[in-house]
């Protein structure tokens, strides 16, 4: 039997073995594949893989979509790079932790069930209610934990989504909070080699997977925003070929390009997070509005009964707008480009 329809019991592929399982878990198999590298099926979405050879430096990196189950373009590009695994077009030469986050979410072609996953790591799991997500959070974090556990050399978490508007900025990338931390040269190298121009700095501690990673597992962690939402088939992959040829790379582990005279991301940063105040809070951005769509100062951005929020003395621009959020929660970003 074919390995892919050994280890995803007689589906073509880990997609395919995923949407059928939905929120039931599967049992644990390994399989050795031809150069003594070992996959390892955790359970439903949740792979992971050990080359035969390695040393204490050897980098090891964690990729997951499908955090949000509508997501699909990441979710069919890891796809793409399990499936190239599995048939030994792609020789993996570091541990890999791959992760298909939300399995019933991306049944129901929805972006969660109960609760927004990405709203649930950092142990922010344990103030919730039990639900699917808050089990998959800590089912997560843990696979995260032990795979970090067994890997001391350098660490990379790459949480891959797409976003629900259209953006003047397709590609762009998110680096968690981390007080003193500095994105390194070598990351902005990877993300000007994937084809993601733009990156935005967190301004504080936050509750998504890739928070989760970079504060707890000393990994260079980024949120990869690749373009637009859309169903399953709808995708225009070579959109995001650059990120597959990079990834492709890191899991060879061959040497990056020389990138002499390309151009580094522009750098973003937070200038004011809004948030969801209650019954009386009133969003005066469009619902179509695209990410990055800039305003000049003086625009009145949200109110409520006791504040607003206006656009100061630089035009800032928005950044994820959603209203639809539960209390407490973000509605979107004002962002400014960062000078110097
Ligand atoms: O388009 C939107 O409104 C949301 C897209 C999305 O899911 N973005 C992530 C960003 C995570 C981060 O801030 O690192 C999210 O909201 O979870
Ligand atoms: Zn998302």
Known sequence: MPLAQALFDGHDSWLDHTLALGEQPCGDMSVTMTDGGQLHRQDTGLLCYHPAYGSPETPALILSAGIHGNETAPIELLNALVDSIVTGRIRPAIPLLLILGNPPAMVAAERFMDHNLNRLFCGAWQDYPDCHETRRAAQLEGACRSFREQHKGPFRHYDLHTAIRPSRREKFALY????????????????????????????????????????????????????????????????????????????????????????????????????????????????????????????????????????????EAIIFPNPRVPVGHRVGLMVRRRSG
């Open 176 to 315: 968690p909070f981390l007080e003193g931390r500095q994105v390194p040269e070598t990351e902005l190298a990877f993300l000007t080699e994937a084809g993601i121009g733009t990156l935005l700095l967190q301004h504080g501690h936050g509750t998504t997977f890739s928070s989760f990673s970079s504060e707890q597992l000393d990994a260079e962690s980024f949120t990869l925003e690749l373009g637009k939402v859309h169903p399953f088939g709808h995708n225009d992959l070579s959109r995001i070929a650059d990120l597959e040829a990079a990834l492709t790379r890191l899991i060879r582990n061959e040497p990056a390009p020389v990138t002499t005279g390309t151009q580094p991301p522009d750098i973003f940063v937070v200038v004011h997070e809004i948030l969801n105040t209650g019954d009386h809070f009133r969003f005066h951005i469009p619902d179509e509005e695209a990410n990055f769509t800039e305003y000049p100062p003086g625009t009145l951005i949200w109110e409520d009964d006791i504040t607003e929020y206006r656009v100061g003395p630089e035009p």
